[in-house]
């Protein structure tokens, strides 16, 4: 299986402080995604990074990608407690699909 | 506003009812998507459409059935033979035919069956 895991599978952090997830993969990918889903909701695309890329920003998000490691991690800066939310790791390779991981849930305290 | 809507939001059926999920999407895209969802875990592909009138199964196809008579709608029926359709359903659609792009997300439906 390529499936994308996900570490840790629960984080606790207090509101203006920095959260990082992980994401590892056992086979070699063409481009890897971060969603997020709020409690019974659909999940919201954030950032893709390719097989090519390194490293990748999008507002308050760091997207890091190492493919040697096959690992990627989500770098949430000063994070609000709307920022609660199961953040989720997807990896597209052989076999034309994605597989999703099982996800990150993120609390963040006022 | 262009988006894909999933209707209803919850919905209960009794054992060994066929039940049917809609979703649309206004986007334009030409892939749709299936996902399940269980409590805890990630997302599991059920079908997924790349043009009218053509689907494929995904991972998890048995019990469930989908048509893709327009571009626009992408109805998945959850039938008597999927022995534990209990679950958080999600539709998705992303342009072009790469399952592997990007995909806008609705809202999901929850199915509860007793």
């Known amino acids: 299986s390529q499936q994308g895991e996900e570490d840790p599978q629960a984080l606790s952090i207090q509101e203006g402080e920095n959260a990082t997830m992980n994401c590892s993969y056992k086979t070699s990918i063409n481009n890897l995604q971060w969603y997020r889903q709020n409690s019974g909701r659909g999940l919201v695309h954030l950032i893709l990074?390719?097989?090519?890329?390194r490293e990748k920003h999008s507002g308050r998000l760091r997207v890091t990608l190492d493919t040697s490691k096959k690992s990627s991690s989500l770098l949430i800066t000063a994070s609000r407690a709307a920022d609660t939310a199961s953040y989720f790791c997807v990896v597209s390779g052989g076999y034309n699909k994605l597989i999703f991981g099982a996800g990150t849930r993120l609390a963040v305290h006022p | 506003d262009g988006g894909i809507t999933q209707s209803p939001k919850y919905l209960f059926r009794k054992e060994g009812q066929n039940v049917t999920l809609s979703c649309e999407q206004n986007?334009?895209?030409?892939?749709m998507y299936w996902y399940r969802q269980d409590p805890g875990q990630g997302l599991r592909l059920i079908y997924y459409?790349?043009?009218?009138?053509?689907?494929q199964k995904g991972d998890i196809a048995e019990g469930y059935s989908v048509s893709r008579e327009k571009k626009e709608s992408f109805p998945l029926t959850v039938t008597s033979a999927q022995k534990n359709p209990t679950a958080f359903y999600l539709c998705?659609?992303?342009?072009?035919?790469?399952?592997?792009?990007?995909?806008?997300f609705g809202p999901g439906t929850m199915l509860r069956v007793t």
């Open positions: 986007l334009n895209h030409d892939a």
């Open positions: 459409s790349q043009i009218v009138n053509d689907f």
């Open positions: 998705a659609s992303s342009p072009g035919t790469r399952v592997t792009a990007e995909m806008d």
């Open positions: 990074i390719r097989s090519n890329e």
